[in-house]
């Protein structure tokens, strides 16, 4: 009867937190499968220069992901204790971190776009395209870093759903303006590209003022002060550094990894850049509910370290591991079903469909290591603040296998599908040694004070 009790504790935990995180996964995909579907109208050109332009944003949102992951292990184990205190002021320190790096980023991408989109692509009609999307762009960084970084926090004391309104009314407002700015709706000039980043700086906006007014009206839990926000406590930010810095220099590593991944790509042709964009946005679609999982597990292990039940946590890790594998191949079997609908929303050539269906098989395969993979890395290990390991096998597989991805794309001039299949190599290697680490207790630690 305890057992039974016992797991439904744990999978109520799973889905309350899961679910909504997952569903505000899939409405931040679906603006960047509307800007894809409309740019993709506008020819393989405009589809290409926004993508690799968005990788400028991937970096910066990976970083606030690091900044607000890291903030997420101490706020867990803290709201473990019901001390809101601390979470304020913890909230504060990765708010200001966050403005210190969108300020740097606004910066070198108004001042650099033609030099940053020549590092992506060779072809000068991408490059000019994607700078123009760039110098607009850019302004949306400061108000998307606050917003992302609140709600994140916001996870760790199970407080979850207003992040799907916030993202919903975002989308809307995305789409909306993207429609008039894009196509020269309404009375708008025709601005394509440039049309599709205003449409996201307004959305940007919008969805802070919204979080603003939530924070002071109906948020509860936490009851956030300015003037705490504003403190600076020397004990925390020591704190946030040691456990956050790992997660911060591990996400930021990882996103420029990711990004030299579109380098080699995009080296090879604007067909298999346009074919990856594609792909990689059913991808980020199929992975929505595998980082909903993944939150969810981060904010559960950080609860129950914080409350020091550690017999119990030893047991959902266990239910944790069974979930993944069932996770990887929903997640797989549903990459592949929705290969045949999607491709054929967008007008592109003949050779770029069939690096596209090559390509979606080949991510098929991979999530289903990354289903496995990301949880425990996001999940398991940095809730329970063991966030140097997850950092170090996290970035060494990574970058490991660039090399060789690059060696098979500009040595050896593999097929795309060869050169893709070398980078993603690092899962099944993340796996296996994150099984090896979970086998002791090493991983299990109190990080509060």
Known sequence: MAAAVIDKKFYTAIYTIAMPIALQNIISFSVNLMDTVMLGKLGEIALSASSLANQMF???NVVCFGVASGAIVLASQYWGKRDSVAIQKITGLAVKIIIGFSVLFTIIVVA????IMSIFSPDREVIEAGARYLRVVAFSYT?????ATFLMILRSVETVKISVLIYSISFCVNVFFNYIFIFGKFGAPVMGVTGAAVGTVIARVTECIVLVFYLKFFEKKIQYKLRTLLSFDKDLMQDLIRYGMPVMINEFLWAVGVSVHSVILGHISASVVA???ICNVVYQLATSFIFGVGSATAVITGNIIGSGDIPYLQSCVKKFKKLYFFLGVASALLLILLKKPVLSIYNIE?????FANQLMVAYA???FFMAYTCPLITGIFRGSGDTRFAALVDIGCLWCVIPIGAVAAFVFHLPPLIVFACLKMDYPLKTMFCLLRLRGTNWIRSVTR
């Open 365 to 367: 395969f991979a999530i």
């Open 58 to 60: 991937f970096i910066f």
């Open 350 to 354: 003949p050779q770029t469909l069939d």
């Open 112 to 115: 650099f776009p033609t030099q």
């Open 275 to 277: 074919a990856n964009s």
């Open 143 to 147: 108000t998307g870093g606050i917003s």
